[in-house]
């Protein structure tokens, strides 16, 4: 069997989703970054974007991440964000609205979360 | 109906319509201590995880960050204050503000200059009242923040704590919260939050376990730099829901009390109103047997 890592994504307010997985891609500010079983220890900071989870059952987890923080060891990894949302959660129409929104009123932050939150949708 | 019984009755009828409301306003925050109960515990996971990595960090690296350094001379200190938004809630709120008097005055007399940040409209309203200074303050969210609140509040903290001392800045960042330990006892508490004792984060995490030699992405400072504002807003945001949680608890034993209080009150004013009603009754009966015996005196007189 292969190695399996303990994958914990929680937001601050609520946990939301934890499994087994066999590669976890997030990206953080100095690039993407892939971590597998039996990685190095590791805690960086994420850029706002989707993280794919490669489940041990072969299923793909992908959810928006706006911020926050990885960190592995003992094949242990959290993901830690303000705010994540899996890609089945996200409502697309609503996001496209808030893109709108967020681009006529030059709302960076705002913009930047509602295409974190469509590319999610676009990964899965 | 005589005058005395007339004000009992309507007595009975005020209190009976106090205890209809203090009864809904019991039942209301008994229902609303078990949703913010949950989401203290959904918030938990977070604030676990994030303490494990701070105190990674602190610990694993030999970087001197001025939020986890104490100073030398710690000339300023900030006390965040929370409090509740509404009254009814028994000594709740002036629990929290005299903790937290007691906390200022600590400091004072440790030579540290005091800013208070306050969240609540009762704690606004006391300061406002002695006319004493407060540096921010927030209201409306106390019945159940979210963590969009607590950054909100976070905010000028965080500022505050990464200026220099000379420019306004602060060395201590203190919160004073009512810790919710149990449907029936809520402590308010002050914790030192910045500079973080790593003493203390330790023993939060529990286990006291080694923590592995951490890569960090992109450097150590940068991640400490990330973190930390996470870590003040997460605390902040813990504090505010258990203080949210004491608060409903607090408010449904003062609403029980009242309730209670309003049913013994009942019960003696209608022994009050019977025993008027009573004494009219005997009243008339004397009055009407004294008149019956007077006319047959009168008439037994007439005869003779």
Known sequence: MAAELHVELVAADRSVWSGEANLVVARTTSGDIGVMPGHQPLLGVLESGPVTIRTSDGGTVVAAVHGGFISFADDKLSLLAEIAELADEIDVQRAERALERAKSDTDAASERRAEVRLRAVAVR | ?304
């Open chain 2, 1 to 304: 109906m005589g005058a005395q019984l007339r004000v009992y009755k309507r007595r009975i009828r005020s209190v009976t319509a106090t205890k209809k409301i203090t009864k809904a306003m019991e039942m209301i925050a008994a229902s609303r201590i078990v949703k913010a109960q949950r989401q203290v515990a959904a918030s938990t996971p977070y604030a676990t995880e994030l303490t494990r990595a701070v105190t990674a960090v602190a610990t694993g690296s030999t970087t001197k960050h001025p939020l986890t350094t104490e100073a030398d001379t710690p000339g300023r200190a900030a006390v965040l204050l929370i409090t509740s938004d509404r009254g009814l809630a028994g000594g709740y709120s002036s629990n929290a503000i005299k903790a937290a008097e007691r906390l200022t005055d600590r400091l004072r007399g440790e030579g540290k200059e005091v800013v208070t940040y306050v969240i609540g409209r009762k704690g606004v309203s006391y300061y406002g009242f002695r006319e004493r200074k407060i540096e921010d303050s927030w209201t409306g969210f106390t019945d159940s923040p979210t963590y969009a609140d607590a950054k909100r509040a976070a905010a000028p903290l965080i500022e505050a704590v990464t200026k220099e001392t000379v420019e306004g800045g602060v060395d201590e960042l203190h919160i004073v919260f009512t810790e919710f330990v149990s449907m029936m006892t809520q402590n308010p508490v002050d914790n030192r939050m910045l500079p973080l004792s790593l003493g203390a984060a330790k023993e939060e995490d529990g286990k006291g376990e080694i923590l592995p030699l951490f890569d960090f992405e992109p450097s150590a400072e940068d991640v400490l730099d990330a973190l930390l504002p996470r870590y003040v807003e997460s605390r902040i945001y813990n504090a505010l829901l258990q203080a949210a949680a004491s608060e409903h608890a607090a408010r449904r034993r003062a609403m029980k009390s009242a309730t209670d209080n309003a049913g013994e009150l009942i019960k003696s004013l209608s022994r009050l109103a019977n025993a008027a009603r009573q004494a009219e009754i005997t009243q008339e009966i004397s009055e009407i047997v004294g008149g019956a015996s007077a006319l047959a005196d009168a008439t037994a007189g007439s005869d003779k």
